[in-house]
């Protein structure tokens, strides 16, 4: 008791002075999360919008994703090897065809047999167009798939694709196909089920989701066995807050913390700090096709390059997100197979060139425009104090992402500050693929970019890929149709109770965790 009282103490003293509600810090104490109850609460800043995994695209989700579901194929997040999950073997009959045997002995979480007939609908059931899949191009190079026998099933390509295997093992897990027919997409969402560690319970909108043990998952999985009884989602929008709760014993691990806040918890008794590069990047979008507004700036290639000239990207990285962050100037992560920056133009920290290029633009006074933004205010409002530096006066629209990305993709935002992981998609395909391919992400939509990714896409020649691959680069770059800022970097804090492991692909493995 004293020292939970000691906690409490701390926690107030750490949130003096803000703007911290006192009052859902002391409602959230009289239920601990705790290894004595043999429940982890983990806190994030942003809702789920739909913890269907194909139906989200938010980090969150993605997380709920390898907690609920598994995949074919798992890869090894510390040597990068493919292993077995739900596919025992695979091979290759040609650049185009996939077959995979499968696991005899999973049951979904319902009781229903996992067999062939549920890969086979997942694959056919997402790649149709009235499916409402968020992110397309991680099906898109699918043409469909078939159930050869019970536990045999073969996937067709639209074309050959290399990175086949990298997104078998990460944003496509299987679904049962009797138990989707049966309630359906919305039911689903609301009720999912499948073969993973760890079954959903409770889906609460506005406060969490919570999953308990999955007592009958396979032996055998590559994953491991869950350790936890249960896990407890929670949506903390405020970081004091989150902060103040992990101190309290509310929650027992946050993630996002900033490296000011990271500093002052590594001193509180009985919690753990770790951290560092991430492989999810930071970037500004401009309307370069004029859709927000017919006289929008960002249509002239000179207004966005004086964007990029504009912010201080190794001030963001080195003094704001801190932790191993990097600057960057191409948009994807630095480890993906086919991110070649060095063919992007290097636009270093030059307000007077900013200003000179808006000048030639017609824009010698600079101009007003709106951002938009959804996580992390700090750094936006650090982005919009380094644009009105050269007279671009930019006004913060921060909404929850959902909203965010539909007003995104309706043409309606002048700029957006955004952050993308790939999915932990170790291939440029994953970046590229999402934003330039023209999807529903693509502002651009330049035939030449597009026709560069869409060949290193479905090239077996490495050599190729990465020439493609590198001349899409180029483009990009040339014509600033973004801003790449910085790579992220992730502080994590949590009971010293717990063992976490973090990894730098940012996928939080709970389903590894235990209690010490």
């Not at 803000?18 to 104490?29: D, I, K």
């Not at 074919?72 to 739900?86: C, H, M, R, S, V």
């Not at 992402?401 to 440029?428: E, H, I």
């Amino acid at each position: 008791m004293n020292l939970h009282a000691g906690r409490i103490r701390n926690a107030v003293r750490f949130i003096a002075g803000s703007s911290v509600a006192l009052s859902s810090l002391l409602c959230a104490t009289h239920a601990f999360a705790d290894k004595a109850h043999d429940t982890l609460v983990y806190a994030s800043d942003s809702e789920v919008e739909n913890v269907s995994a194909y139906q989200n695209n938010l980090r969150e989700g993605v997380i709920l994703a390898h907690l609920i579901w598994d995949n074919l194929i798992y890869e090894d997040p510390a040597t990068g090897q493919f292993k077995p999950e739900l596919a025992t073997a695979w091979k290759w009959e040609s650049p185009t065809s996939l077959l995979l045997d499968l696991r005899h002995d999973v049951k979904f979480q319902n009781g229903d047999p996992f067999t062939a007939a549920d890969v086979a609908f997942t694959f056919n059931y997402m790649t149709a167009p009235d499916s409402k899949v968020i992110t397309r191009q991680n099906v898109d190079w699918i043409k469909g798939a078939q159930k050869v026998s019970d536990y045999q099933v073969r996937i067709q390509l639209k074309a050959p694709f290399p990175a086949a295997l990298e997104y078998l093992a990460g944003p496509l897990p299987i679904y049962p196909e009797a138990y989707f027919r049966k309630v359906g997409p919305e039911g689903f969402s609301k009720a999912p089920v499948g073969t993973g560690p760890y079954r959903v319970t409770s889906i609460q909108p506005g406060v969490g989701v919570t999953l308990v043990k999955n007592s009958n998952y396979f032996s055998g999985s590559p994953l491991g066995q869950p350790k936890i009884g249960t896990i407890r989602f929670v949506v903390i929008p405020d970081p004091e807050t989150r902060a103040a709760q992990l101190m309290t014993g509310a929650v027992d691990w946050i993630w996002r913390v900033p490296a000011d806040q990271a500093q002052s918890l590594k001193a509180t008794p009985n919690l753990t700090v770790a951290g560092g590069e991430t492989m999810r990047i930071g970037f500004l979008t401009m309307d370069d096709q004029g859709t927000s507004a017919p006289n929008s700036p960002f249509r002239d290639v000179r207004v966005r390059q004086a964007v990029n000239y504009a912010v201080n990207r190794a001030a963001l990285a080195n003094d704001l997100v801190r932790g191993g962050s990097q600057p960057i100037y191409a948009p994807c992560f630095h480890t993906q197979f086919g991110c070649d920056a060095s063919v992007a133009l290097r636009y270093g920290y030059d307000p007077a060139k900013a200003r000179e290029l808006l000048k030639e633009a017609g824009y010698p006074n600079g101009f007003e425009t709106d951002l938009y933004a959804y996580r992390e205010r700090d750094y936006a409002e650090a982005i919009i104090g380094d644009l009105r530096k050269v007279g671009i006066v930019a006004h913060l629209h921060y909404l929850q992402y959902a909203a965010l990305r539909t007003a995104y993709r309706a043409g309606k935002t002048p700029m957006t500050f955004q952050a993308w992981g790939s999915y932990s998609v170790n291939d440029a395909s994953a970046s590229l693929g999402a934003f330039f391919k023209g999807g529903p992400d693509d502002t651009a939509k330049d035939p030449a970019v597009m026709k560069d990714i869409g060949i290193a896409d479905a090239s077996n020649d490495p050599t190729e890929r990465k020439a493609h691959y590198a001349a899409a680069l180029k483009r990009i770059s040339e014509q600033a149709y973004w801003a790449p800022l910085f790579s992220y970097s992730t502080n994590y804090a949590f009971t010293s109770d717990l063992n976490f492991q973090p990894w730098p692909d940012e996928l939080p493995r709970f389903y590894q965790a235990s209690w010490k």
